[in-house]
Every structure is written in C-alpha cells, then in structure tokens.
C-alpha cells in the first residue's frame, strides 16, 4: 500500500478537518470523520507523526516531498507558530494527550507514565471514551512501547481496548538480523541492559525492499484501516488515534520511496 493510499484511507469520507500542527517532536493531526446524518456524533481520526518539523510543502520547503500532507494542510487549520512541549518525545505526548506542561507532571525523560505522575488526570482519548465513544489507538501514541523489558509508557486507561502496536520490526530483515546480532554479542560479553537506548541498533536508516506493512507505519496503517472497514454500522462514534514512528531516527522506509 502506497503512502497515497495510506493517507486517502484515513481520510475517506472526512467531512471537516479541524487541525493540523506541526512541532520540532510531534506533529498531529485532527478530522472528523464520517458521513452521519445532523446531530450524530462525528468520528475523530487523531494522526501523531513522531519528529515532524515544519520542513514540508504546506511550509514552504522546497526540497522536501509532501504532497499528501500538503494536500491535507489545504484544507485544514495551518499552525504557523506552533512550538514543541518538550524536546523529548516521550515528555511532549504525555503533554499534548494531558494538556499539562512537563514542568506540571515533573515528566521530562522516558519510562514513566503520565497516570503516575499525575493520578487524576484525564487525557484527550479518556475524555471521548468517558463520553460516548469507542476510544482505540494504533501505534505510538502516548511513547513507544516497551524495548525489551522496562514496561509500557502507554496509558491503558484512555482506551475502550488495548493499544495496538506495530507486529513488524523496526528494520528490514537484513538489518534487523544485524542487530539481533549485535544483541547477542553484547549478552555473550555479560552486557546488561538498563534502559532502551543501551541496545544496539542498527544502521540509522533502512531502505529494505519489501511491503509497506513490512514496516511499522505501514503496518500500523494497514491495522487502522482494517478497524475502519470492519466497523459495523450502528456501533458507537470512535476516537481513532493513529501514531506513526516515522520521521524519527532511523530514517527506514520501503525501497520504493
């Protein structure tokens, strides 16, 4: 499935498109979805970009490619000063999913979860599912899940279901081979690894040929879509958030592109 084609089925039928941010670490964006009769609650479709500058089309630049985006921003509400939360990812979601600044919930790095720092919170997702609506997440929304084994950032309480996460790796096989490699060797040598960022990885960018959803935004795109086209008519309106992992390190994306 093309990049075209992961944007126009996200956006089928979208009646009104609310929002579109851009910041140094999270890009979002915000539709209403659906073509329901007046006064039926609309479907939201909530799109998290990981590491998306303003270094698009709808921005001006004129070397990067982003016609979708583009597309989407013409028809949307176009921040021209929208300024990141955090210059850590992990900080900046649990910000934007919260409306607390970091220096509110103490959150500033990785490995803890916004319902510890602030135990009453409710978050934008939680909001729609306390009020009427089937509340699901595909891919990285709050942070990234778990690297091995130091527990999830996500917040199981802001969804109707469990977060669906990616099922492919983040490499290609040939590089994810590699690293598998390097974590081997690093275990053989009696290395202890004590947070995510002391595992090897690969190289910092991948260009495998293989499907789209042999790859984690394609894959969560292709698992957004099948939620989309599987729903039955009479269920309830949904919050939908979709968060892609691209264009944050590693820079891997099907050869195609």
């Known amino acids: ?19 579109f941010t851009c910041s140094c670490i999270v890009g979002t964006c915000l539709v209403s979805y659906g073509s329901d009769p007046p006064g039926k609650p609309l479907n939201i479709l909530w799109i998290m970009v990981d ?42 979601r649990n910000s934007m999913l919260s409306g607390l600044r970091p220096h509110t919930t103490g959150l500033h790095g990785f490995g803890k979860n916004i319902r510890d720092a602030v135990t009453d919170v409710i978050t934008l997702p939680q909001h729609f599912k306390q009020n009427g609506y089937e509340a699901r997440g595909f891919g990285k929304i709050f942070h990234i899940y778990a690297e091995s084994m130091l527990g999830s950032e996500d917040d199981p309480a802001s969804w109707s279901q469990p977060l669906r996460l990616p099922t492919v790796p983040v490499w290609g096989p040939e590089q994810n081979a590699l690293r598998e490699k390097l974590i081997e060797e690093a275990r053989s040598s009696g290395k202890v690894f004590k947070h995510p960022h002391d595992w090897p990885r690969a190289e910092t960018w991948d260009d495998s040929d293989v499907p789209d959803d042999k790859m984690q935004d394609g894959n969560t795109t292709a698992m957004a879509i099948e939620f989309l086209q599987t729903r039955e008519s009479d269920a ?22």
């Open 236 to 257: 309830p309106p949904f919050f939908l958030a979709v968060g892609f992992l691209r264009p944050h390190l590693p820079f891997n994306a099907p050869k195609k592109y």
């Open 51 to 92: 590491d998306l500058r303003p270094q698009l089309g709808c921005y001006g630049d004129q070397t990067v490619k982003s016609p979708h985006i583009d597309a989407l921003a013409e028809r949307s509400l176009l921040f021209n000063q929208a300024y990141c939360q955090s210059a850590v990812c992990s900080p900046s």
């Open 1 to 19: 499935m093309s990049n075209k084609s992961h944007f126009l089925a996200l956006r089928k039928n979208a009646l009104s498109i609310f929002s």
